[in-house]
């Protein structure tokens, strides 16, 4: 797997809908490769601090963050945060 074929298969792999066989080959891809991991855990932090923080941010981010994440993903687990 390539770095390419990763970034399309992450929404499927966060959303648990990957393939088993996909899925191991994300995850071994993952192992091998930095910026794939950063770029994961980078994905991850923002949900967290999404779902844990949005009262406390200032005004008008908020609402760019929910146009972005509706806007600009397929993934199920970002546009749940925005539901
Ligand atoms: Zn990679």
Known sequence: MKCDDLLVALCDY???????????????????????????????Q????????????????HERLLGAFAGGTRCKSIKSISA
């Open 14 to 44: 966060f959303d648990g809908d990957l393939p088993g066989p996909l899925c191991v080959a994300v995850e071994e891809h993952l192992l091998g490769c930095d910026a794939c991991r950063i770029v994961l855990v980078n994905i991850r």
């Open 46 to 61: 923002t949900i967290r601090l999404f779902r844990a923080d949005a009262a406390a941010m200032p005004g008008g981010v």
